[in-house]
């Protein structure tokens, strides 16, 4: 168990390492980062000077190694345009997405679960139809079409949710919805296909011949075998939620989160912030990664006898 | 005492269990599979009854559709009564019939690697029995499984109790599962091939423990398998199945010496014996066996049968009495059967003099 533990922290440790890299290199492939952050019209003299001032004159290998020996110490330098560290810059719009993602996140896993258990208890039934439809829908939903349908229905015509904002509870809502109606559906999906697979085992007749009823059957039995892909499937979708639904959900209803920065920052290529916020996902993954660890310990027993 | 007066003092008493003229059907696709076509059986007090005939002979079917336990669809099952303490299992509502699984009747299944849940403690799979059904609490609870784990002879069981189906082996496996099957004394048990899956010397020790425990809890025991050589060590009465129905029922004893039906001779020549080991090749029957999403008519055996005669096509034979005590299904006479059955054995013997 503590070998394991050890192995994943070198693990996480190197796919860090590797993200923040390969984001560095990108960032270069976008284009002359001098040319973005001055002006059309500045004089090519200047922007020499600034390129050196900057250290874009320096090779590549070298900006690196600067980079990478400062980033260790959790140094990803300051923001091109706003004068302060970058990790701060990145962090201060977190706690805003997080709000979001664990209402969100939260919302989709019991629902999900919940419908999915439902469904999959009684496949080819007429429920079990009307959630697959519904689920399949979820999925197949465009998230940007989604966030403006739903801001035009409720805010604009109905007129009952504020368009976009930070605060109430009411600023909440449209953003939890449609984060949540993607990781829904595939939820429902999974659990539904688990407990199919597990309600077809050996051991679930064992447990119907000894009178048990169905709902004890399900509860007791055969979720906490079918938890693992679920559970993978959540994190999953909760990483998906940080790096990929927020960028364009905050964007959409204004909400001051990861996403919203992150967007930001990429409009500007304020290249320190970006790797910072890349750095900030990347840490996030691999903290989800360690509770989707736990719970498959937790669901399985055995993995710790293994 | 003799065969005739043992089978009737049986037949005097109403039996504990009665099956009468069970069909059950799989539909797979656009076909129906007929598993099991009008099969009606007895089981009485106390007896140990096997239930033989190879793959696919609707032995294992039937058996679990006494308590219901088909995935239902794809199974269905169409026709027939299952009476148990004088009540049809088949018309009970769902909750009353779950009363009876587990606590009067119990079963216990092929594979023990795959038949316990592995996320849940040996412990708890037996305690949930016992709390359901005998309402006991948890500390009784514990204390009653700690002593089953101890019947079945598992060493050291206060220890095992909290351990996980992976730690343990295969036949130690089918101990807790006959554990659990027995945790809340039932009536009867129904052994769904329990020893197929084990090696030969563990088959044993399972055999001798339901033995022991079903003398000791006064239980009647219904036992599949195809392997004759169990049925010779713990059966009392034998139902042999062909095609869904039963085509000969006899006391064990009288199936090995006096069988009744040409299919039953086929299976006794078909068993490799120590005595006379087999020197070119097993005697087997010969064909397939039948094909059951087909309707067919008359006996299902006819095809392969050495006695098959023109009605054999065209209608099938019901169960009657023979005067060895036995009842078969078979249009052929008594004496056919038995010449047969010499046939088989002076084959045999030849086979080895060569």
């Known amino acids: 168990m503590y070998k394991l533990a050890m192995h994943r922290l070198g693990h996480s440790a190197l796919l860090i390492f590797g993200v923040v890299t390969v984001i560095f290199f990108t960032n270069f492939l976008l284009g002359d980062p001098v040319r973005v952050m001055l002006p059309a019209s500045t004089p090519p003299e200047a922007v020499e000077e600034f390129r050196r001032q900057m250290g874009f004159d320096r090779p590549i290998l070298v900006q690196y190694w600067d980079f990478i020996s400062h980033a260790v110490f959790l140094d990803f330098g300051d923001s091109w345009w706003q004068k302060s560290p970058s990790l701060e810059i990145a962090l201060r719009p977190f706690p805003a997405t997080l709000q979001l993602g664990i209402v969100a996140v939260a919302l989709a896993s019991i629902l999900g679960i919940g419908i999915g258990l439902f469904a999959g208890a009684r496949p080819g039934s007429l429920w079990d139809k009307l959630a697959t439809s519904l689920s399949i829908l979820g999925v197949s939903l465009p998230l940007i079409w989604f966030t403006l349908m739903m801001a035009l229905i409720f805010s604009v015509w109905l007129g009952i949710l504020p368009t976009a904002g930070y605060g109430t509870a009411a600023h909440m809502v449209l953003p939890v919805v449609t984060l949540a109606a993607l990781p829904l559906g595939r939820t429902v999906q999974i659990t539904r296909a688990s407990i199919i697979d597990e309600l077809a085992k050996p051991y679930i007749t064992t447990a119907h011949s000894k009178g048990l009823s169905e709902r004890t059957i399900i509860l007791r039995h055969a979720l906490r075998n079918a938890l693992p892909p679920i559970a993978t499937e959540i994190g999953w979708e909760s990483a998906l939620l940080l790096t990929g639904y927020s960028i364009i959900v905050e964007s959409v209803y204004g909400w001051p989160g990861f996403g919203f920065a992150l967007y930001h920052a990429i409009l500007t290529r304020d290249m320190p912030v970006i790797i910072a916020m890349a750095f900030v996902a990347a840490m996030v993954v691999v903290f989800i990664n360690v509770i989707v660890d736990i719970i498959y310990v937790i669901a399985d027993p055995t993995i710790r006898k293994k | 005492m003799s065969n005739q007066s043992r089978t009737r003092s049986r037949e005097a008493k109403t039996p504990i269990l009665s099956v009468r003229d069970l069909n059950v059907e799989f539909s797979v696709g656009n076909s129906t599979v007929h598993a099991v076509n009008g099969l009606s059986l007895d089981l009485h007090k106390g007896e140990t009854l096997a239930v033989v005939g190879e793959s696919g002979s609707g032995k294992s079917v039937s058996m679990l559709s006494v308590l219901g336990l088909i995935p239902q669809p794809p199974g269905k099952i169409t026709k027939g009564q299952v009476l148990y303490d004088g009540r049809d299992l088949r018309s009970l509502p769902a909750g009353e019939l779950r009363k009876i699984r587990g606590k009067e009747i119990s079963m216990i299944f092929q594979d023990p690697m795959t038949s316990l849940n592995p996320t849940m403690t040996i412990g708890r799979q037996i305690t949930e029995m016992l709390e359901l059904h005998l309402k006991m609490t948890s500390a009784q609870a514990k204390n009653r499984a700690i002593e089953l784990l101890d019947l079945v002879g598992i060493p050291d069981p206060a220890n095992r109790f909290g351990q996980y189906p992976i730690e343990f082996s295969g036949g130690m496996r089918q101990r807790v599962m006959i554990a659990i099957a027995l945790s809340c004394n039932p009536k009867i048990l129904i052994a769904d ?60 004893e009288d199936l090995f010496y006096k069988p009744q039906h040409p299919y039953s001779v086929g299976l006794l020549n078909s068993v490799p014996s120590i005595a006379d080991p087999v020197v070119d090749r097993l005697v087997a029957i010969d064909g397939l066996p039948p094909d059951m999403s087909q309707n067919r008519e008359g006996c299902a055996f006819h095809p392969r049968c050495p006695l098959a005669r023109e009605i054999c096509t065209t209608k099938t034979p019901e169960l009657e009495n023979r005067a060895t005590g036995s009842h078969a299904a078979c249009f052929a006479s008594p004496d056919d059967v038995a010449s047969l059955a010499r046939l088989g054995a002076d084959q045999r013997s030849k086979a080895q003099a060569g």
């Open chain 2, 193 to 252: 091939e329990p020893t197929t899956a084990l090696d030969v010397t563990i088959q044993m020790q399972i055999l001798q423990v339901v033995n022991e425990l079903r003398s000791k809890m006064d239980m009647s025991v219904i036992w599949i398998t195809h392997d004759l050589g169990v049925v010779a060590g713990i059966a009392d009465r034998v139902i042999v199945m062909y095609g869904g129905r039963a085509v000969e029922v006899a006391e064990a």
